[in-house]
């Protein structure tokens, strides 16, 4: 597996080693190669990982530099598996330049690659590692907008939590999660929130990530200025995945201004029966008869404020929505479910690869 960061306690690709834990369940030998590797404690006996960057600051020159360095790392650590007879397939996630990166030794030796990728962006590096990969698995069919008989939907990988929202008792907190960055539209929920506070006075929204963009957090502090909203919105920066669940079990409703597909923290929250309130079309398999209550149109404050509010004020209709969400979302993109979809595929490649080669 090629990925970006291996980091059980990472804040935004945590999630990562929940898959790597339980794809070793299922496999006799797992090898990670990750940009970065940081705070493994414990492992899986059969899992073994490789980092491919320890230098964390540097300028352009010294980046190509690694990137070259990088790939021949890849490529060394591939060749040397694959000698020892304990590779067969390549999995890569997200980053399109994993596969173009692995395509030419894996072509060489053989090796069946499936790469993960789950955004509604088309670009040439994606078409490229398309081209080159031998599957791509993806989230939702409206997450990987190049269509052809190489993709497959198996869903999204969400951890079943043990603990879930029974009875929201909180009347008050407003929950959005995600990198703030323009693409997930945050100034929505806010102008959103300062229409609910001319009904229900006492609603607080807290916003869970890290700083992208430092332009645009600036624009969002002054939108809270400039709408009195300094004591009703809090930024709590970002929250290691693994400590996520307190903040989940402790909110009302959770709210994504995001139009990214399917939003993972969306589904998280969703997973532990907390009512959830998205604007991307993607979701609508999964709210269905809950639309009215769990979906409003992209940029739309006003709407949005309006679903704030029935959520807000209806203790039975959140609690009822909640219970539903959850259920949805187990039944179709919990992490069990996902790598089983997963080891199959392996399977099927490997299976093919070998009657090729008879």
Same mark, same amino acid.
């Given at each position: ?46 899992? *073994? ?6 230098? $964390?600051?540097? +300028?352009?020159?010294?980046? /190509?530099? #690694?990137? !070259? ?117 945050? *100034? ?6 300062? $229409?609910?506070? +001319?009904?229900?006075?006492? /609603?607080? #929204?807290? !916003? ?151």
């Amino acid at each position: 597996m090629v990925t970006q960061e291996l980091n059980p306690i990472g804040d935004v690709l945590g999630f990562i080693w929940t898959w790597v834990t339980k794809l070793s369940e299922h496999v006799n030998y797992l090898f990670v190669v990750a940009l970065r590797v940081k705070n493994i404690k414990e492992k899986p006996s059969n899992l *073994e990982y490789f980092p491919l960057i320890t230098q $964390e600051k540097h +300028n352009i020159f010294s980046r /190509v530099a #690694l990137q !070259i360095l990088a790939t021949l790392k890849l490529w060394f650590i591939i060749m040397r598996l694959w000698s020892r007879k304990r590779l067969n397939v390549v999995f890569t996630h997200m980053c399109p330049e994993f596969t173009i990166a692995s395509a030419p030794i894996c072509k060489v030796l053989r090796i069946p690659i499936v790469m993960w990728y789950a955004h509604k962006h088309v670009n040439l590096k994606l078409k490229l590692a398309y081209a080159l990969s031998d599957k791509i698995v993806t989230s939702h069919e409206k997450d990987c907008r190049i269509k052809g008989k190489k993709t497959t939907v198996i869903g999204q990988g969400i951890k079943v939590p043990k603990n879930c929202v029974n009875e929201i008792k909180n009347d008050n907190t407003i929950i959005s999660v995600g990198r703030i960055s323009r693409i997930k539209a945050y *100034e929505t929920i806010i102008k959103a929130l300062s $229409e609910v506070l +001319n009904e229900r006075k006492y /609603v607080k #929204l807290k !916003i869970i990530g890290p700083i992208y963009d430092k332009q645009y957090y600036q624009l969002l502090v002054k939108l809270i200025k400039d709408l009195s909203l300094e004591d009703h919105v809090i930024f709590i920066g970002p929250v290691p995945h693994s400590q996520m669940e307190e903040h989940y079990l402790n909110a009302t409703v959770f709210v994504s201004s995001s139009r990214t597909g399917f939003d993972k923290a969306s589904l998280e929250a969703m997973a532990y029966g907390l009512p959830t309130i998205v604007c991307d079309d993607t979701f609508d398999e999964i709210l269905s008869d809950l639309i009215p209550y769990c979906r409003y149109t992209p940029g739309n404050h006003k709407e949005l404020a309006q679903k704030l509010i029935k959520i807000l004020s209806d203790r039975e209709l959140r609690n009822k929505v909640g219970k539903q969400l959850r259920k949805r979302v187990l039944e179709r993109h919990s992490v069990d479910t996902f790598i089983k979809k997963l080891v199959e595929i392996f399977k099927s490649l490997i299976e093919t690869d070998k009657q090729k080669a008879t």
